[in-house]
């Protein structure tokens, strides 16, 4: 498999498919996280160039894999910016409200690793208001600084954090 992708890849770099290569890159990389191999999708990442000629999704895609593996590697400021990239370069109607609420529930956790606590306004948006609530409500247990209230948001979104693939960082927040 990984030998077909880099012969696929080569030949879409040497025949010039922008689109085509960035698209194999964020198929590798998606597969990658998906079997949590972040090393394997971090070496990807610095190897590769991602081409510049592209649709916004296709680099909205590339920034949301590469903010998830700077988040894994404790890179908090880098992950942020990815995400904020990915954010920016989204379609911004309906069809991608997924991709919207994965980036911002990854993004809302960076934040809170690198202290920061994020906008309540993020959390009343039509689009987020019931997919963020276990984040809101983290949010709210990080900001009054109660472990208590925090552990009860563990307890009862963990399934939700585990699902979002976001428990692992969570659990970053406390040890």
């Known amino acids: 498999m990984h030998s077909l992708f880099l012969q696929a890849l080569r030949t879409a770099t040497l025949r010039h498919l922008d689109e085509t290569q960035a698209t194999l890159l964020n198929e590798r ?60 370069k989204a379609p911004q109607n309906a069809v991608a409200a997924g991709f919207q609420q994965s980036a911002h529930k990854l993004l809302v956790v960076v934040q809170l690793l690198l202290g920061e606590i994020p906008e309540r306004s993020l959390f009343r948006q039509r689009m987020f208001r019931k997919a963020l609530l276990p984040y809101l409500r983290l949010a709210q247990a990080v900001k009054v600084g ?16 585990k699902a979002d693939k976001t428990l692992t960082l969570i659990f970053r927040y406390v040890f």
């Open 146 to 161: 109660d472990l208590r209230q925090f552990q009860e948001v563990m307890t009862e979104c963990g399934a939700q954090f």
């Open 29 to 88: 990389l998606r597969s990658l996280l998906h079997a949590n191999l972040y090393d394997q999708a971090e070496k990807l990442v610095a190897n590769t160039k991602f081409p510049a000629g592209v649709s916004n999704a296709s680099h909205a895609r590339y920034f949301y894999y590469t903010g998830r593996i700077k988040a894994i590697q404790l890179e908090y400021t880098e992950a942020l910016k990815s995400l904020q990239n990915a954010i920016r």
